[in-house]
């Protein structure tokens, strides 16, 4: 007799939990809402996250030590000028921004008269780089030049006998590259111009030297020993000079704070370097005058 009420005392109880559960699973639905907010704030984090990292990697790269050049003609002392090129006249080069690259050329003819004469020809060359987010520090950028203008002395056209060689006390890092080239002068007779090239690299900045030496109309040959020496003694002045240019007041200022050095820069010092035909043929001018 008491079943029909014990049942229908189970009824509403199931009845009576059902939003009991719909309610829970509102309150999951909710949770869920939340978890969305989670996420942006994820992404969030993760942006920051980010950011902090480019910042960080910023930070590795290295400030350029250098900041200007030296003028290239004032780069030389009067004697060592006048070892090098007796009496020679000097050319800067043209340059758009002379605290990013410079040069300067001197040619010099010791005419003997009827013993012959003695020709001579140097030219410097500086170019400086600046740290640059995406490629790197300055340093690094002069690393790869330095690596490239070693490479060009090697393979210069018409070059003979080439030689290289590691040069000590010169900057962080110093190559000479030698080399013979001949040419024939007034159909008479080869004459031999040798070519010394110093290139050195002082932290972000690379130095090369370019000494060419030949005898005329019957002179002899210099001796190669005595055109090294003073080569790797002008890169060596060179090379003090861009040192002490750092606290000069002399020193070229930069024309702009760029974070990079201009696209020209790396090939600046094109028109300095000669080919070995190039320095035979001013040779040859030169032996023309002296006739």
Not at 10 to 17: G, P, Q, S
Not at 148 to 159: H, I, P, R
Request: with cysteine; proline share 4%; glycine share 6%.
């Amino acid at each position: 007799m008491h079943r029909p009420t014990k049942r229908l005392t189970r009824i509403l109880t199931c009845a009576a939990a059902v939003p009991v559960v719909l309610l829970a699973a509102g309150c999951s639905s909710d949770s869920g809402g939340d978890s969305g907010s989670g996420d942006k704030a994820d992404k969030k984090s993760t942006a920051t996250s980010s950011a902090s990292t480019a910042a960080d990697a910023a930070k590795k790269v290295a400030p350029a030590t250098y900041k200007a050049l030296p003028q290239a003609c004032s780069a030389l002392s009067k004697k060592t000028l006048d070892d090098l090129v007796p009496k020679g006249d000097s050319k800067a080069g043209a340059s758009d921004d002379e605290s990013t690259r410079a040069n300067c050329s001197w040619s010099s003819l010791d005419n003997k008269g009827v013993k012959g004469s003695q020709f001579r020809w140097l030219n410097v060359s500086m170019v400086r780089f600046e740290s640059d987010l995406n490629r790197g520090s300055g340093d690094k950028l002069a690393t790869e030049y330095y690596t490239k203008q070693v490479k060009d002395a090697q393979a210069a056209e018409g070059a003979k006998n080439v030689k290289t060689e590691p040069v000590a006390g010169t900057g962080d890092e110093a190559t000479l590259v030698r080399f013979d080239s001949t040419y024939e002068e007034k159909k008479k007779k080869d004459v031999t111009s040798r070519q010394q090239t110093v290139v050195s690299r002082v932290d972000n900045v690379v130095v090369t030297v370019h000494y060419n030496g030949s005898g005329l109309a019957g002179e002899k040959t210099p001796a190669v020993d005595g055109l090294v020496k003073d080569a790797e003694k002008a890169a060596k002045e060179v090379v003090a000079s861009v040192v002490d240019s750092k606290a000069s007041p002399s020193a070229s200022s930069p024309s702009s704070s760029s974070s990079s050095p201009s696209s020209s820069s790396s090939s600046s010092s094109s028109s300095s370097k000669p080919k070995a035909s190039a320095s035979a043929s001013a040779s040859k001018k030169a032996g023309d005058k002296d006739n």
